[in-house]
């Protein structure tokens, strides 16, 4: 590049969401967070990722707070930033598939709450599984005047993952409506010099801007944002210092300082980053001294680039394996991962499909013998519940598993009808604003119980007679 060319680098901020989650099971409450808010405005941010899917579950389940009602107290808190949320495509922010209806309302209701962009992702990057999604942010944001459809592609590697492969995706992305794409590397298996071929690659082959998301675990993550800036990426995700690094985000002092005086210098003040990380430092120490920040997650996990299985899918498999006091089949389970993602298309490994993977080649091994027992999610991913994969699935264990059942080859929300005017029928009762209905939708029970909790918050109950553990107050 050369001297004259100025092109500075823009920074997602994601310690109110992505480095919290990462690193201590996204806990940050509410009232912390706001009395720095109106500093970290100053900063010049392209954005401030603080929603998602883990963030509206914690707030409800464990904070007993409404997460709706953080969102408006962000959006007041910065004037001038916008706000970025994570979105599990026709998945919204919980577990399952859910109706168009369903998808359009929590997309009207976010941004009407205070959302510009909205990251949107599936698991196997079936674009059919992100059309509802954007559309409805296409739709809102000519009535809101605010939102930005962002398509996130799970990074993996295979062979089906070709640079022609994320070229081609990255352009029918870009005819689907879409306003900038996402590379969102969940389990940091994007090497350096590997990001410079990706990101050249994709940037000849849209002119949307790209944003780069990707996680500290296997310790390249900031050679990796430098290989990618170089090659012309256009965002790129950072913590602030404090919840920085191990399984969260390369800090985002750091990156400023490596690139001042260069094209992509940030412009940023880094004395008003060093009070704004003096802000969040003490509540990183407390939440060391109290056991939430565990030092373990904090260093570089090399089995991410061994086993190229994210870092949480590994604990969840020890944890499977230890229940069933098997624990010395660990490596055996490690070799069955492998082909468990070929048998069922060769897809990315991240939330629920690493799941899916993980827990079948656990029992694949105890077993003793190939799919002998799938899981429920096993025979959907089968059917075609999911979507469709890169690679096709294996015939072999489709007819092994599924014999006889009819295969999906739709968009499977096509088959489901409009859910929610049922929904509403089911929760009508505790209904206080129309954003409720879709938190019951996403988190049924832990929802209810939060409902249950905030009427009785109201109704000014001794909450020393509540039964906290049973969700039971006495009204
Ligand atoms: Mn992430």
Not at 71 to 79: A, E, I, N, Q, Y
Not at 117 to 122: G, L, M, S, T
Not at 142 to 165: F, M, N, P
Not at 332 to 361: C, F, M, W
Request: glycine fraction near 6%; charged fraction near 25%; include cysteine.
């Amino acid at each position: 590049m050369s001297e004259q060319v100025k092109k500075p680098i823009q920074i997602t901020e994601t310690i109110l969401r992505d480095a919290h989650q990462s690193l201590i099971a996204t806990r940050m409450p509410t009232d912390f967070m706001l009395p720095i808010l109106d500093k970290m405005d100053q900063v010049g941010y392209h954005s401030v990722e603080c929603w998602g899917g883990a963030t509206f579950d914690a707030s409800l389940r464990f904070l007993k707070e409404d997460p709706w009602d953080r969102l408006r107290k962000l959006r007041d808190g910065f004037k001038k930033t916008k706000l970025q949320m994570l979105f599990r495509g026709q998945n919204i922010l919980g577990y399952r598939p859910y109706a168009d209806d369903v998808v359009e309302y929590f997309v009207q209701k976010s941004i009407s709450n205070g959302i510009d962009i909205i990251r949107i992702f599936d698991c196997f990057n079936d674009l059919r599984n992100l059309q509802a999604a954007v559309n409805a942010v296409n739709k809102y944001k000519v009535q809101e005047g605010r939102g930005e459809a962002q398509v996130a592609l799970s990074y993996t590697l295979g062979d089906a993952y070709t640079l022609e492969y994320w070229m081609n995706t990255a352009k029918r992305i870009e005819e689907m409506g879409a306003d900038s794409i996402c590379i969102k590397d969940m389990a940091g298996l994007l090497v350096p010099y590997k990001a410079t071929e990706l990101v050249s690659a994709m940037k000849s082959a849209t002119k949307l801007p790209i944003q780069l998301h990707t996680h500290y675990t296997s310790g390249v993550a900031s050679m990796t944002y430098l290989k990618a800036v170089e090659a012309g990426v256009d965002v790129i995700d950072t913590a602030m210092s404090p919840f920085a690094m191990g399984t969260s985000q390369p800090a985002t002092e750091v990156m400023v300082e490596t690139f001042k005086g260069t094209p992509y210098d940030t412009g940023f003040d880094q004395n008003l980053l060093a009070e704004i990380a003096d802000y969040f430092r003490p509540y990183r120490d407390e939440c060391l001294a109290n056991g939430l920040l565990n030092p373990k997650v904090m260093g570089v996990d090399i089995k991410t680039l061994l086993y190229q299985v994210p870092g949480g899918m590994l604990s969840n498999m020890v944890s499977q394996l230890k229940e069933q006091n098997a624990e010395d089949k660990y490596y055996d389970v490690l070799k069955e991962i492998p082909q468990v993602r070929k048998d069922l298309g060769e897809p990315p490994l991240v939330t629920p499909s690493s799941q899916i993977v993980g827990t079948q080649a656990v029992f694949n091994v105890l077993m003793g013998e190939r799919y002998k027992m799938a899981t429920k999610e096993t025979k959907a991913v089968l059917r075609g519940e999911y979507g469709q994969t890169v690679k096709p699935m294996s015939q072999e264990v489709i007819d092994k598993v599924i014999p006889g059942v009819e295969r999906i080859t739709c968009r499977y929300a096509d088959l489901l009808d409009n859910e929610l005017d049922k929904l509403e029928s089911e929760m009508r009762e505790y209904k206080q604003q129309d954003e409720d209905v879709l938190s019951y939708a996403l988190f049924p029970q832990v929802a209810m119980d939060f409902f249950k909790y905030r009427q009785a918050q109201q109704e000014k109950v001794d909450m020393t007679q509540a039964d906290t553990a049973n969700g039971a107050y006495p009204i």
